[in-house]
T-cell receptor
Framework: AQSVTQLDSQVPVFEEAPVELRCNYSSSVSVYLFWYVQYPNQGLQLLLK??????LVKGINGFEAEFNKSQTSFHLRKPSVHISDTAEYFCAVSEDSWGKLQFGAGTQVVVTP | DTAVSQTPKYLVTQMGNDKSIKCEQNLGHDTMYWYKQDSKKFLKIMFS???????INETVPNRFSPKSPDKAHLNLHINSLELGDSAVYFC????????????FGNGTRLTVT
């Protein structure tokens, strides 16, 4: 069975500072990895995904993530955040083609001036 | 606009009532999902339909019954509502296979009093 751990429940960060959100997963098979963002009172929006190939994945809004198979991690980074990046971020993993995603508990990013 | 749309956005009802949430997608996707997000923001899959066939049915009380009249619609009917059913319910859709990403609706906030 798969599981996803997001190590930080909340990450406060100043505007224009870098941010890293940590995600670790466990699975006995190959997985597909995703990061989603949820703005207040909205649905989830895909930031980026890793299916195969290059381990460094670039997404929307300047975010990127690196897949590390040996450490079973998929950490999300952004070199310089904006106030508008304040949101909840979810890491998710899927083992199959049916799209059954296992989500982490989420990390709330709060960007202050 | 192409999207996953859910109605209603907010639903307040009393214990014991029966209610439905509707979902429609005009993205041409063949697979649709219901996810439940609890008060701690934890997301858990409930059901999935592929071309009107039920393919994922997690451990959900049988008071919850999904219905898919066609591949663009997936409705959720809930009988005998309980306080613990209060949550945000998200509909999502995707193309099955190749791990194409989920597209989420904006959610239905259900409050049971």
């Amino acid at each position: 069975a798969q599981s996803v751990t997001q190590l930080d429940s909340q990450v406060p960060v100043f505007e224009e500072a870098p941010v890293e959100l940590r995600c670790n997963y466990s699975s006995s098979v190959s997985v597909y990895l995703f990061w989603y963002v949820q703005y207040p009172n909205q649905g989830l929006q895909l930031l980026l995904k890793y299916l195969s190939g290059s381990t460094l994945v670039k997404g929307i809004n300047g975010f990127e993530a690196e897949f590390n198979k040996s450490q079973t991690s998929f950490h999300l980074r952004k070199p310089s955040v904006h106030i508008s990046d304040t949101a909840e971020y979810f890491c998710a993993v899927s083992e199959d083609s049916w799209g059954k995603l296992q989500f982490g508990a989420g990390t709330q990013v709060v960007v202050t001036p | 606009d192409t999207a996953v749309s859910q109605t209603p956005k907010y639903l307040v009802t009393q214990m014991g009532n029966d209610k439905s949430i509707k979902c429609e997608q005009n993205l041409g996707h063949d697979t649709m999902y219901w996810y439940k997000q609890d008060s701690k923001k934890f997301l858990k899959i409930m059901f999935s339909y592929n071309n009107k066939e039920l393919i994922i049915n997690e451990t959900v009380p049988n008071r919850f019954s999904p219905k898919s009249p066609d591949k663009a619609h997936l409705n959720l009917h809930i009988n005998s509502l309980e306080l613990g059913d209060s949550a945000v319910y998200f509909c999502a859709s995707r193309y099955q296979g190749n791990n194409s990403p989920l597209h989420f609706g904006n959610g239905t906030r259900l409050t049971v009093t």
